[in-house]
């Protein structure tokens, strides 16, 4: 393949543009926000699970509760229509007497009963109340957490795409003078040398896999006509001659 010198030094400004687009994207990429991110967002999922568990847990304590003092009111409301009969005067059979007045008893003992039960479940609900509260603040904090680690992540995004943005129309303008089939061999390069197509040789060495050409090698380099394009035989990169080669 012939291209112009000119076209050829022209494409290592290009390799110089790609590289600096390949780093920007990379650099997109590998934010230390984005390993914060998921770890937070982890925490953050696990915690919400915890906080609806919370609120479960509080909610049947607190339908317990309400049973558990609905059983309490019945037994004090049944006592107390016993005490009435037995203050009323109107039994006055010995046995009927001493019936409702052990009926009286054993309501007040299983009054007694129920009230341990409604205070062992209002503990029950303190703790759980306790408990959403302690989660939902962790909750709340985790989200603040996430959302400042979002923030710095979309702030260095934003940072990153406007840079890309000016480096892309740089690209555009030398990518418009370089002719298509020096740019076809660039771009397929490219894709199998891990983005970089095309290497200057400096100093007797080709700068993209860094191997130094014996004289022989320097020497039939030299005898190619300059608008020859040159290839690395180690790396097969275009290898591009500059005032500078030393050649
Ligand atoms: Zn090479």
């Known amino acids: 393949m012939n291209a112009a010198p000119a076209d050829q030094i022209r494409l290592l ?17 590998s934010l230390p926000e984005h390993a914060e991110i998921d770890k937070v967002t982890a925490d953050h999922t696990a915690l919400k699970d915890l906080v ?11 339908r317990e509760l ?3 003092e609905q059983d309490v ?15 009323s005067g109107a ?11 052990h009926e009286i008893g054993s309501l007040a003992k299983r009054q007694g009963d129920l009230e ?7 503990e029950r609900l303190e703790s759980a109340q306790t408990r959403v509260t302690e989660l939902g603040a962790r909750l709340e904090h985790s989200t603040v957490v996430l959302n400042e680690a979002e923030g710095r992540r ?8 406007a840079e890309a943005e000016k480096v892309k129309r740089d690209r555009e303008a030398v990518a418009a003078v370089i002719p298509a089939d020096l740019m076809k061999l660039y771009g397929k390069l490219r894709e199998t040398q891990g983005g970089v197509g095309a290497a200057r040789l400096y100093q007797r060495r080709c700068e993209g896999c860094r191997t130094e050409f014996s004289i022989t090698e320097l020497n039939s380099i ?26």
Request: proline share 2%; aromatic share 2%; charged share 35%.
């Open 13 to 29: 400004d290009l390799q110089a543009i790609d590289s600096k687009l390949d780093q920007l994207a990379h650099r997109r990429r």
């Open 52 to 62: 609806v568990a919370a609120q479960a847990q509080h909610g049947d304590t607190t």
């Open 66 to 68: 309400t049973k558990a």
């Open 73 to 87: 009111e019945q037994v004090r409301t049944r006592a107390a229509r016993n005490q009435q009969r037995l203050d």
């Open 91 to 101: 039994i006055t059979s010995p046995k009927d007497l001493e019936n409702l007045q």
């Open 116 to 122: 341990d039960v409604v205070l062992e479940i209002m």
């Open 154 to 161: 979309d702030a260095a995004y934003a940072e990153i795409d």
């Open 222 to 247: 030299k005898a190619e006509p300059a608008d020859k394009v040159v290839r690395c035989e180690n790396c097969s990169r275009i290898l591009v001659r500059t005032a500078d080669s030393g050649v």
